[in-house]
């Protein structure tokens, strides 16, 4: 090691190493957040779901739309939205895509015109045969029990930070 200039000349380059700095006394790195570890963890999944969804022509916002309507047909955008946590003008252009490609309905409910029903098609419901063979369980890293454990403590931490922001 020599100073030339006033600054250190070390030969060995730190900026190959994949050991990540120590943060300072009371600093939180990027990772150290819960919010975007399941961030970045929702857009792995959707990379992770891609090369199926690609098969079926679709993409993660639709499929899961077209899951929603499997668990229950025939319910209103307003309904679906609040299944999918999206609003209706993000979710409308979604549904006429789906609309056109022939795998959902959309019409007008007889009992209350303001609002438009989503129902699937013969060809949206058999879109399920053709994808359930996306499981992501094995790919996860995770046993099946420790897959169904995370995924339930997800749904209860958004479920109790649902209820906090309704509280205020």
């Known amino acids: 090691m020599s100073l030339q200039n006033g600054s250190r000349d070390d030969s060995r ?5 994949k050991q990540k700095p120590t943060p300072a006394a ?3 790195r990027l990772d150290d957040f819960l919010c975007f570890a399941i961030y970045s963890a929702n857009l792995a999944y959707g990379r992770a779901y891609k090369p199926g969804l ?8 639709q499929w899961i739309a077209i899951v929603a309507l499997w668990e229950q047909d025939d319910q209103t955008v307003s309904e679906l939205g609040n299944k999918m946590f999206l609003e209706s003008n993000t ?3 979604i549904l006429k895509k789906l609309e056109a490609m022939g795998y959902l309905r959309r019409q007008r409910d007889p009992a209350d015109e303001r609002q438009v029903r989503v129902s699937l098609t013969d060809a949206g419901r058999r879109l399920r045969e053709k994808g359930m063979h996306m499981n992501l369980v094995k790919s996860s890293g995770l046993k099946p029990d420790e897959f169904a ?14 209820k906090a922001m309704e509280e205020e």
Do not use: C, W
């Not at 380059?13 to 190493?17: L, R």
């Open 26 to 28: 009371g600093e939180r």
């Open 91 to 93: 979710l409308t252009p």
């Open 13 to 17: 380059d730190d900026s190959t190493t």
């Open 149 to 162: 454990q995370l995924q339930k403590t997800v749904v209860r931490l958004r479920d109790n930070l649902i």
């Open 54 to 61: 690609d098969e079926l022509g679709l993409t993660y916002p």
